[in-house]
C-alpha cells in the first residue's frame, strides 16, 4: 500500500471561516406550548420525543458534519490527472469544511482495489471517492469484481470532463492517425500502445479504436501518473491512448505529440489534433471523466448537505481554474443526475466490450 498523502491541512480555515456547513441540531419547536392543560415537564419531554421520531436520515442531517477527517480515495499513482484534480477537490472541501482530507492513493487493476475498498467503507460521509471513468468501464473488464460498480456506490457530483486523445513519442514513426490505422492493419499486432491499465478508461477507448477501425495492436499497461508518459516520451513505447493531464509536461518539452482525440469535435486545447470521427472512426465519441462519490446506501439527507459542499468547492473560481490548467474544465452535475450518468456509462461500456469482441478478465 502506498502512504496517504494529505492536503496540507494545517493551512486549511477552520470551521469558523466556513459559516453554514455545519448542520447543528435543529431547535425542537414549542409544539404543545398552545395547550393550556400540558405540564411544565410534558413540554420538557417534547424535544427529545421529536427527535426520536425523525427518519434515520434527517437525524443524519442534524448532526454536524464533518467532525473529523475526511478520508478522500482513489486507485492511481501520483502525480496523474485523477491525483491532481482529488487534491484540488479535497484542497478545497478542507477549506471549506475546516477539517483535514487525506488522499488516499490506492493504485493497481484499473482503480478496481480502490473501488472495492470504498464500497465497503460506512456511508457515513468520512469515506469519499474520487472515481474516474474508468470505474464504468471495470464492470465490463473484469468477471467477480467484489462489488456492483452502480448499486455500491453513491454518486454525489460530476468534476469534470474531457476528451481522450492518442499520443505519440519519439519512438513512434507515425505522424497522424491515418499513418496509425496503415501501419497497424500492415504488421498486426506489431505496434505498441501504453494505457494506465486494463479496465481503465482510455484501455477501453483504445480497444474500441480497434474493433471500429479493425486494426490489432499490442498493450502494454502502466499504473499511470506520470509512468505511461514518461515511458513514451523516453521511446519505451511508441504511444499511448491517456488524458491531457498526463502527457502535458512532455508537450511542453516537445517530447510528446498529439495526433488525435476523441471528440465529436475538434477539442479548443489542439485545434490542430483531428478526431477519430472525421479521420479513421465515423461517429466515434468518448470522454473520460471524474466524479465524487461516496458508498453506497448513504442517507439522503447527508447526500444533500455533501453534495451542496463539493458544489461551492467546485464553483470557486480558483478551485476551477486549478482543474482547468490540469487539463479538464469543471463540470458540475447534480448527484441524482450523477447516480443516472453513471448507470449510463456502465451500461455502454458493457456494450462496446460485447461489440467488440473482448474477453474479460478475472478479477
Given at each position: ?123 457515513d460521509g468520512y469515506t469519499l471517492f474520487s472515481m474516474a471513468a474508468g470505474h464504468a468501464t471495470a464492470p465490463a473488464m473484469y468477471t467477480k469484481l467484489p462489488y456492483d460498480a452502480v448499486k455500491d456506490f453513491t454518486m454525489l457530483t460530476l468534476v469534470s470532463s474531457a476528451p481522450y486523445l492518442v499520443a505519440v513519442g519519439p519512438a513512434s514513426k507515425v505522424k497522424t492517425l491515418q499513418e496509425l490505422v496503415a501501419t497497424a492493419r500492415q504488421d498486426p499486432g506489431k505496434l505498441l500502445f501504453a494505457t ?168
Amino acid at each position: 500500500m502506498m502512504p496517504a498523502a494529505s492536503t496540507n491541512a494545517a493551512a486549511h480555515p477552520t470551521a469558523s471561516h466556513a459559516p453554514g456547513l455545519r448542520v447543528l441540531h435543529a431547535s425542537a419547536t414549542e409544539h404543545g406550548a398552545g395547550r393550556a392543560h400540558a405540564a411544565t415537564a410534558a413540554r420538557a419531554l417534547l424535544p427529545l420525543a421529536l427527535a426520536l421520531a425523525l427518519p434515520a436520515d434527517e437525524a443524519t442531517a442534524q448532526r454536524q458534519w464533518p467532525d473529523r477527517p475526511i478520508r478522500q480515495i482513489h486507485g492511481f499513482t501520483a502525480g496523474g490527472n485523477v491525483d491532481l484534480q482529488a487534491r484540488i477537490v479535497g484542497a478545497g472541501l478542507a477549506e471549506e469544511t475546516g477539517q483535514p482530507v487525506v488522499i488516499d492513493m490506492r493504485p493497481g487493476a484499473g482503480g478496481t482495489l480502490a473501488a472495492s475498498i470504498v464500497a465497503k467503507a460506512a456511508p457515513d460521509g468520512y469515506t469519499l471517492f474520487s472515481m474516474a471513468a474508468g470505474h464504468a468501464t471495470a464492470p465490463a473488464m473484469y468477471t467477480k469484481l467484489p462489488y456492483d460498480a452502480v448499486k455500491d456506490f453513491t454518486m454525489l457530483t460530476l468534476v469534470s470532463s474531457a476528451p481522450y486523445l492518442v499520443a505519440v513519442g519519439p519512438a513512434s514513426k507515425v505522424k497522424t492517425l491515418q499513418e496509425l490505422v496503415a501501419t497497424a492493419r500492415q504488421d498486426p499486432g506489431k505496434l505498441l500502445f501504453a494505457t494506465a491499465g486494463v479496465g481503465t478508461g482510455m484501455y477501453l477507448v483504445a480497444e474500441r479504436f480497434q474493433a471500429q477501425t479493425k486494426t490489432k495492436l499490442s498493450h502494454v499497461a502502466y499504473k499511470g501518473g506520470t509512468s505511461t508518459p514518461m515511458a513514451v516520451a523516453q521511446g519505451e513505447v511508441p504511444m499511448m491512448f491517456g488524458t491531457f493531464a498526463e502527457v502535458r509536461p512532455h508537450l511542453d518539452s516537445g517530447r510528446l505529440r498529439v495526433i488525435g482525440v476523441t471528440s465529436a469535435k475538434r477539442w479548443d486545447r489542439f485545434p490542430d489534433a483531428p478526431t477519430f470521427a472525421e479521420t479513421v472512426a465515423p461517429g466515434f465519441e468518448a470522454r473520460g471523466w471524474q466524479a465524487m462519490a461516496a458508498p453506497g446506501g448513504m442517507a439522503p439527507a447527508l447526500v444533500r448537505q455533501i453534495e451542496g459542499t463539493l458544489h461551492k468547492v467546485l464553483r470557486r473560481p480558483d478551485v476551477a481554474q486549478k482543474i482547468l490548467e490540469v487539463g479538464t474544465p469543471v463540470e458540475i452535475m447534480a448527484a441524482a443526475d450523477a447516480q443516472k450518468f453513471l448507470a449510463s456509462e456502465v451500461a455502454q461500456w458493457r456494450r462496446v466490450v460485447k461489440e467488440a469482441g473482448i474477453v474479460p478478465q478475472e478479477f
